[in-house]
Structures are given as structure tokens and as C-alpha cells.
Antibody, heavy 121, light 108 residues
Framework: EVQLVESGGGLVQPGGSLRLSCAASGFTFSSYSMNWVRQAPGKGLEWVSYISSSSSTIYYADSVKGRFTISRDNAKNSLYLQMNSLRDEDTAVYYC??????????????WGQGTMVTVSS | SYELTQPPSVSVSPGQTARITCSGDALPKQYAYWYQQKPGQAPVLVIYKDSERPSGIPERFSGSSSGTTVTLTISGVQAEDEADYYCQSADSSGTSLMFGGGTKLTVL
């Protein structure tokens, strides 16, 4: 079964750091680009970051650029998001998402269940 | 910054046709994708590349594109279609993705 499982969420104070992980299984992780998408409570979806299959290409949303770092370890079938200088507005459920290449690299066909990040003092 | 604009809400009666629009300046150059999200669940891809339907998605879901607007059409709406719907696309450079603000579909 193709599966993505996020972990690492929790409560953190403003200005703090957190590292999210996404464990992939059931497919050849190293063949796929990956993304992080977040959703603040009661709000819409927001794309956060993209990483290519080989890590050679990385993009960020302006809202997180300079504070968040996406990375991956293909040997461990894992995707990461290092989040620094966290702000209240970073409070959200964070999803990792995988495209189905036959649908297009931006077509997120597989999603994890999400991990909640709460930034609050 | 680039934005995709959706109506906040659409309401239809069962069996009717629901149309949800998404507008953005780069849509003539970039494909659009549509997701359905029900409360407490992860999004589900229902349309890719403007008008293609992934396997397992009912035929009543269709997509179209015209200029700077793409449209998700749900024909013969069923109660189970009540959900939030999001369009997604990229900016003209292709380096930044974004989602529309979402449209809440209410089945009366």
C-alpha cells in the first residue's frame, strides 16, 4: 500500500524550531518529487515547499522562505521539513504530498494524514 | 504575489449541476488541478491537467478551461459531494505553486 506518514508536530513557542518527518512506503520514494502543504485551522490549503527526486531543485513559498528548509533522505525513504523562527501564523496541519507523475508533477495524488504544529506562548 | 480566486461558497440541490470557478492570470499557461476535501480528511485529487479525471473519480466530475478561468463542474450532485473544493496551479515561472482560497459546496 502506498503510504505517507508525517510525524514531529507539536507545541512550540514563537521563535522556536521544529523538524517534521514524512515516512514513505509502498513505492520507490527516490523516483518522486515531494511537497509540503499546510492548512491553518479552519483555513484553506497553502503550498509550502517542493523538492525534486534528487534534491537538485527546491522551491519555497514566500511565507516560509529563509525560515524553513526542505530535505530528503532517499536511502531512508524520508522527507523532512526543518522549521525555524516559527511564528503564530505557522500554526497548521502539515501534510506531505506526492504527485502522480502520469497526472503531472503538480498533481498531488497521495497525501499523508498530516501532523499538527501549534506555535503559541 | 500571484493568486487564484474562487467563490467562497456554492449551493445546489441534489441532482443539479454545480460549477465552481477559479481565476488566475497564469492559468492560460499553467495546468490547473482540483481537490475535494471533507472535514478531518486529507484532500483528494478529482481533476488534473484542467480536465482529466483520475481513476476512481466518478464521471460526474469534469473540468474545463477558458482563458484565465478554469471551472470544476459536478453534474447530478449527490449529498456525498458536499465538501470544500480547491483549485491549484503554478505561477508563470512554474517555481511557485498555489491553491485557491477554496469553495464550500453545500448540497441543499
Amino acid at each position: 500500500e502506498v503510504q505517507l506518514v508525517e510525524s514531529g508536530g507539536g507545541l512550540v513557542q514563537p521563535g522556536g524550531s521544529l523538524r517534521l518527518s514524512c515516512a514513505a512506503s509502498g513505492f520507490t520514494f527516490s523516483s518522486y518529487s515531494m511537497n509540503w502543504v499546510r492548512q491553518a485551522p479552519g483555513k484553506g490549503l497553502e503550498w509550502v515547499s517542493y523538492i525534486s527526486s534528487s534534491s537538485s531543485t527546491i522551491y519555497y513559498a514566500d511565507s516560509v522562505k529563509g525560515r524553513f528548509t526542505i530535505s530528503r533522505d532517499n536511502a531512508k525513504n524520508s522527507l523532512y521539513l526543518q522549521m525555524n523562527s516559527l511564528r503564530d501564523e505557522d500554526t497548521a496541519v502539515y501534510y506531505c504530498a506526492r504527485p502522480e507523475d502520469s497526472y503531472g508533477e503538480d498533481a498531488f495524488d497521495i497525501w499523508g494524514q498530516g501532523t499538527m504544529v501549534t506555535v503559541s506562548s | 504575489s500571484y493568486e487564484l480566486t474562487q467563490p467562497p461558497s456554492v449551493s445546489v440541490s441534489p441532482g443539479q449541476t454545480a460549477r465552481i470557478t477559479c481565476s488566475g492570470d497564469a492559468l492560460p499557461k499553467q495546468y490547473a488541478y482540483w481537490y475535494q476535501q471533507k472535514p478531518g480528511q486529507a484532500p483528494v485529487l478529482v481533476i488534473y491537467k484542467d480536465s482529466e479525471r483520475p481513476s476512481g473519480i466518478p464521471e460526474r466530475f469534469s473540468g474545463s478551461s477558458s482563458g484565465t478561468t478554469v471551472t470544476l463542474t459536478i453534474s447530478g450532485v449527490q449529498a456525498e459531494d458536499e465538501a470544500d473544493y480547491y483549485c491549484q496551479s503554478a505561477d508563470s515561472s512554474g517555481t511557485s505553486l498555489m491553491f485557491g482560497g477554496g469553495t464550500k459546496l453545500t448540497v441543499l
